[in-house]
């Protein structure tokens, strides 16, 4: 067991990088990691989306973001996260652009930087980035026209914040607003995941009782107990009492070398199945971000079976979206003195 | 300015005035919507007074509301609770200040997503000055005039009670 500690720092970004997501007023204007924002504005974006679960339910369709241009810059494959952020944006009436970067001008030569300006010269309000390089997100959000709203969709191994809180979201539906008293446990591929390193930050702002990582010692990413987690090696051991259980998936492509011996061998002592999962709480609800590798990391059974949480996840993925998308373009409006130097 | 009355009276005399225009317009099951905040809180006493069967309705307009664009999403916005669909529905839309229409505007765009109403009254709890649409209540509890910089707004719910400030520069809502 570790203290948690206060604020961590990140190996990546400098300690400033993160106010970037801020505008003047405090509002979210990008939304690019969970890390160093507040409880209020994570809050804020749970009870949002509260909201336009509702719309989802009965209208389908409010007319808010009528007249904004949102693009989706799609630099790594993805389905179901570029077609909820489609339907986020189709559902609050804006325009979506989706570009296929692997047929478009960058595979011509032309530069990151040249495609943005071009994006912004047909007066888009805002991008949705996914890229394989961790940091993408913060590089386009520092360069973009101050008018424009960046929104992570994933960066290598660093965030994908809408995702951690979608799985905010679907705790608080499924346990309540209380996080205190609440016990998570993510198991699986850490190393690689920037969905855990979204979920974590999450988590611990919003006073999480216990935060549990499981893996293989090889998974584990070095000093992870300084994000405020306990780490254990043993499956069984680490969901023990666990109101939530999240699986990730096994990211093969973004493996170096021999970090494991097999996919059998894995899904032997982490696999997640029905007998295992009586370690933890009767309660406990099943989560993964998708795709799942049936087998691998999780069994048909669990996976498909009552204490399964993850088709909501997806649902719940359509509502986080929209609201996140509500709050940073709707908060332009209020910020008329943006001085952060855009033009290189 | 002129004195606003206590809001308990003025919601005995808008149910009053209701009943009597629901019976001059033949109207007999009725769907009450009251918008959040205040007229929420109306609606939910309107709906006891008046023995309304549908169950009452509400309705958050913070999605359709005009000034999007200028002042950002709410930070509190509620769920709009309406019947899956309000077609051919007699619709009693409450609010609590009836001031520059726009509102109410939304709360109609709103109300059509769901359907084609048969009709929709307005009852307002207090009708006020500033009008910028042409909106107008079909029940009202008190007319009030007041200066553009002076802002009315129900608190509550228990007990109803009204705030009003002088605000400058305070665009309305």
Excluded at chain 1, 302 to 307: E, I, Q
Aim: glycine share 6%.
């Amino acid at each position: 067991m570790v203290n948690k500690p206060s604020r961590p720092t990140h190996a990546l970004l400098g300690q400033d990088q993160w106010n970037i997501q801020l505008d003047s007023n405090g509002k979210l204007k990008h939304f690019l990691t969970t890390e160093g924002l507040g409880s209020n504005i994570l809050n804020q974006i749970l009870d949002t989306a509260e909201s336009f679960a509702g719309v989802n339910e009965s209208v389908k369709k409010v007319p808010l973001l009528r007249g904004k241009t949102i693009v989706n810059l799609f630099f790594e494959a993805s389905t179901r996260t570029r077609t909820t952020f489609e339907l986020a944006a189709k559902r609050l009436s804006a325009d979506v652009l989706n570009i296929n970067i692997s047929t478009s001008a960058t595979s011509k030569g032309e530069s990151l930087l040249d495609t943005l300006r071009n994006l912004e010269a047909m007066q888009c309000d805002m991008f949705i980035v996914r890229h394989a390089d961790s940091g993408t997100a913060h590089f386009i959000a520092n360069h973009v026209a101050p008018h424009i709203s960046v929104l992570n969709a994933g960066d290598g191994q660093h965030a994908h914040p809408t995702q951690a809180m979608l799985d905010m979201f679907t705790i608080r539906r499924n346990k309540g607003a209380d996080f205190g008293r609440l016990r998570v446990a993510i198991v699986g591929d850490i190393m690689h995941s920037r969905v855990a390193r979204s979920q974590i930050h999450a988590l611990n702002t919003l006073n999480t009782g216990d935060v549990r990582i499981v893996a293989p010692e090889t998974l584990i990413p070095k000093d992870i107990e300084k994000m405020g987690v306990s780490v254990y090696q043993d499956l069984e051991q680490g969901i023990e009492d666990a109101d939530v259980v999240i699986m990730l998936r096994l990211q093969k492509e973004r493996m170096m070398g021999a970090l494991l011996p097999s996919e059998q061998e894995y899904y032997q002592l982490y696999g997640l199945t029905e007998e295992r999962l009586q370690a933890a709480k009767d309660d406990a609800i099943v989560m993964h971000p998708g795709p799942i590798n049936r087998g691998v990391e999780i069994d048909s059974a669990v996976a498909d079976g009552p204490r399964s949480v993850i088709l909501s996840q997806v649902t719940y993925g359509i509502a986080v979206r929209m609201a996140v998308m509500s709050m940073t373009l709707g908060s332009h409006g209020s910020s008329q003195d943006d001085s952060r130097e855009t033009r290189p | 300015m002129t004195h606003a009355a206590n809001p308990d009276q003025l919601l005995e005399k808008l149910a009053t005035d209701l009943e009597n225009l629901l019976e001059q317009r033949n109207i007999s099951d009725p769907l009450m919507v009251g918008i959040h905040t205040g007229g929420a809180w109306l609606a939910e006493q309107l709906h006891k007074k008046l023995n309304i069967q549908q169950p009452l309705a509400c309705l958050d307009i913070s999605f359709y509301r005009d000034d999007f664009s200028r002042i950002g999403m709410n930070p509190q916005v509620k769920t709009s609770q309406l019947p899956p669909q309000v077609e051919d529905d007699h619709i009693i839309l409450v609010d609590d200040v009836l001031h520059s229409g726009r509102t109410i505007r939304a709360a109609m765009n709103e109300l059509f997503d769901y359907g084609r109403p048969a009709s929709i009254t307005l009852a307002c709890l207090v009708e006020r000055s500033g009008r910028e649409l042409p909106i107008q209540a079909d029940a009202v509890g008190q007319i009030l005039e007041l200066d553009s910089n002076e802002h009315i707004k129900l608190t509550g719910p228990e007990p109803l009670a009204w705030e009003i400030k002088r605000i400058d520069n305070q665009k309305a809502d």
